[in-house]
């Protein structure tokens, strides 16, 4: 796959694959590259391996198999994961959750403050710096944790289909959000998804992976230029890739595509 | 938010329906053991014992003071060595696996039964501490290392991604995550503190030692003196209760920000 912007991969996973503990292959051998600028969606059916591939490259689970090299290996400890629950400490207000990775790093809170002031800002939550977890939206606390990851200013945000359990008029909110942050940040973003819709609005290259052992069945590139809007959702290309992406998830299924 | 704060109007409200039943069983005993001439060596009259309870409100308030003392020792010794050894078998699984056996002998043998053991080889104020004390570990002990151990998964990935210490691990994350659990255990520890306590006066109290309120019970049993039973056990009671409203109201504003169970519904 040529990369968006030319140059090393930022981080390559080479042949990896993970056995869990019972025997259970989730990934047989995963070759994958994400480019600096990327926006790379890991979409694939239920079980077949793309949140694992996720936690490898976090650093949150050990490949059994294979190798993950990271061109800067300084890099890899500058990490955001947005999981699929917003994982918000219930007794922390809202700032004191997004001051948590810097709390943890041994950042003073008067050093922190600007930069999760400057995170809150990012994500549209400046005037519910004092809330608890409890008294926010389901939206608000994903925004919550989105902003606790930016709060490192991540070289790759890692995000583990954190839209997944919105309603549909605050994902499309958050979609969007979440294309202008990218844009203001030039973040790296690899995004994993079940919805096909999802993948081809926020993407520029859709990878899907197969039901079983995570190979993969196909990859699209998205052209990054294109501009997402509503009309991009109404869009022939939108339906094109959309409808490309369908086959390659039918396929992963094991079912034959038209 | 309503839900941060006490309303006093709403105590009120809650407390009268258990307050006026009180007051009317305190009523109808009076009134049954002078209708019916019972004489106060058999059933002492409600009126009876409050006169009792003033007029040996020296004695009696001392005892009572000796009691607290000991079970409020005892608590605070057994919340120390609960949630140290709590934390070191969160730490250790094998540490874990060694002692829990042991931890739960300790809390099914009646400790009834081991307060005259205790008596045999320490002296009566020191058995008496120690008996509170068993009897007010186990829950403590075992309700902090539940909290410790049933920490969200996906709160151990985030602190894993962030590489936390495991100090720090233990006090942004472990410590407030098993804070509802371990103040559960504290309440009923409360309880059972005090009643080590009286357990093991009693036992020493047959020997003729000590001077807490369980022994006062024992003392006027062979006086014949019922209505300073009465009193004596009127003032245990409220202790307890003293105890309990304590930590539920510590309970109560540890959590009452954030946890579930220190809201009201709707809140």
Redesign the interface.
Known sequence: MTPPSGGAPLVSMRGVGKTFDGGLEVLRALDLDVYPGETVTLLGPSGCGKSTALRLLAGLARPTRGEILWADPAQRERLGFVFQDATLLPWLDVFDNVYLPLRLAGVSRALAAPRVEEALALVGLSGFRDALPRELSGGMKMRCAIARALATRPVLLLMDEPFAALDEVTRIKLNNDLLALKARLDATIVFVTHSVGESVYLSTRIVVLAAKGGEIIDQIPVDPGMTRDGEYRLGPAFSQLSRRASNALRRAMGEDGP | MSASRLNLREILAAAAPPLVAFAAFLALWEAVTRLRGIPPYVLPAPSIILQKLIEDRELLFSSLLVTLSITLQALTLATVCGVLLALAMAQSKWLARTLTPYAIMLQVTPIVAIAPLLLVYLSPPRAVLVCAFLAAFFPILSNTALGLASV?H??L????????SAW?RLI??RA?AA?PQFLAGLRIAGGLALIGAVVAELAAGAAGQGTGLAFRIVEAGFRLDIPRMFAALALLSLAGVAIYGALSLLTYYSLR???ESARERGA
């Open positions: 969200d996906a709160l990935d985030l602190f894993d991604l962030y590489r936390a720090r942004y994350l407030p804070l920000r954030w946890h």
